[in-house]
């Protein structure tokens, strides 16, 4: 059975002031919540329709699993999990920085691709989409578990970086062409306005990703797939 | 004033029965109607709250736009355009080939990185989602005006194409250090289950995007970020 405090914990989760305030969130789907439980992430309750965890599970029915899910076909299991401390971003190897990227879908698919290219590190702007977001947690599909992920200002933390800084722009050095490093550090900017003009002066190198189809447009690519290329370019070499 | 057949008419192109039955589809937004004016589809009807446009506009209200609108927060227009006749897919390019790929907004992002990366032919499987869904053209952003796609049955399709064929799996060569061709065909697999078996034996070449992260975990790239890893690579030495 749920109690009424739980059900109105969980609804207040999907809000980012409540998620701060309990510095609790929620992750749905067994496959998720698993990812979640092999991580350093530290559990607070979980519901399930069956036992199938090895961690201590509250079984409830299919009906009130559908009272607390955000998804539109729950799965069979919604977990709340402790929000970690925000440790202090490390300083090597690759990291990605964004730059007040909005879409919950956007930052998910973000995380992800992180995970798969081995970017341990994801620093973003204060105005950055919570990545403790319901929508983001469901389209990170577990890899929110093992990137390290913090919030600051950028200016800041570019002004005190060792590494050298990379920004994609419509006009910058061909990505395919030029010579990337193992290490550095990697700017995305918002979906509609691109990179800021205050962290465009902390950049030290500017990218551009070829257009090979109409010229006349002015389209750009979805700042995810932008993501993906140019990620995918710094890592080809090694 | 809108009439109630019109209204009618409208609600009803959000489903592929009434779209294939009228081979009409809906555009909203100025400028990604303005990209499918300057194209070679056909303007059945425009209507919009301001006289924007070269074209004949019916001029409604904000109340009128809302009602027709399958947007949470409408633009100023929305336009009922005809479906072009499929025409016979070229031979001759960079082909991307989709096998089932469900999801609007993945067929969406992915048309857009065919605009971006000058793939003019996009040939989908017949159970592939319809490229005139509302959801897929509002992703498109103006890029399905500039490609070209087919729905045909892939098997038949790739018996009897002339390029060679390749397909992305989790084994298979390297993408970044194969020599890859300025032409052919890339077949591109369902969310849930990759490239069909059928679909499978008819490919020459099986790539695979390195994992640079962790290699436990089974997770895999979304389908529209591979695509763009893959274009990208095919693109990189042209």
Redesign the interface.
């Known amino acids: 059975m749920l109690s009424k405090n739980t059900i109105k914990l969980i609804a207040s989760l999907s809000q980012k002031k409540f998620r701060t305030q309990h510095q609790l969130f929620i992750v749905e789907g067994v496959k998720g919540i698993q990812?979640f439980l092999d991580s350093s992430f530290e559990l607070y309750q979980l519901f399930a329709t069956e036992a199938n965890f090895s961690a201590e599970t509250i079984l409830i029915s299919e009906k009130e699993l559908q009272k607390i899910s955000n998804l539109k076909s729950p799965n069979t299991a919604l977990a709340i999990f402790k929000i970690p401390k925000q440790k202090t971003a490390e300083a090597n190897g690759l990291i990605l920085v964004l730059d007040e990227i909005r879409d919950p879908?956007n930052l998910g698919?973000i995380i992800?691709?992180?995970?798969?290219?081995?970017?341990k590190t994801l620093v973003c702007s204060e105005g950055t989409v919570d990545c403790y977001n319901p929508k983001v947690v469901q389209a990170t599909?577990?890899?929110l578990a093992?990137v390290h992920i913090s919030y600051t200002n950028l200016s800041n933390y570019l002004k005190t970086a060792n590494s050298a800084v990379f920004g994609t722009f419509m006009e910058g050095n061909n990505i395919?062409t030029e010579e990337l490093p193992k290490e550095g550090i990697i700017v995305m900017g918002n979906e509609a306005n691109g990179i800021s003009l205050e962290v465009e002066q902390l950049i030290h190198k500017k990218l551009s990703?070829?257009?090979?189809?109409?010229l006349q447009?002015t389209?750009s690519?979805?700042v995810?797939?932008?993501?993906?290329?140019v990620l995918?370019?710094f890592?080809?070499?090694?």
Chains 1, 2 share one sequence.
Do not use: K
């Open positions: 990812e879908g698919t992800r691709l992180c995970d798969w290219f081995g970017v599909m577990g890899s093992r395919y990703i070829p257009r090979f189809g109409n447009t389209e690519l979805n995810a797939t932008a993501a993906a290329v995918s370019a890592r080809r070499g090694f």
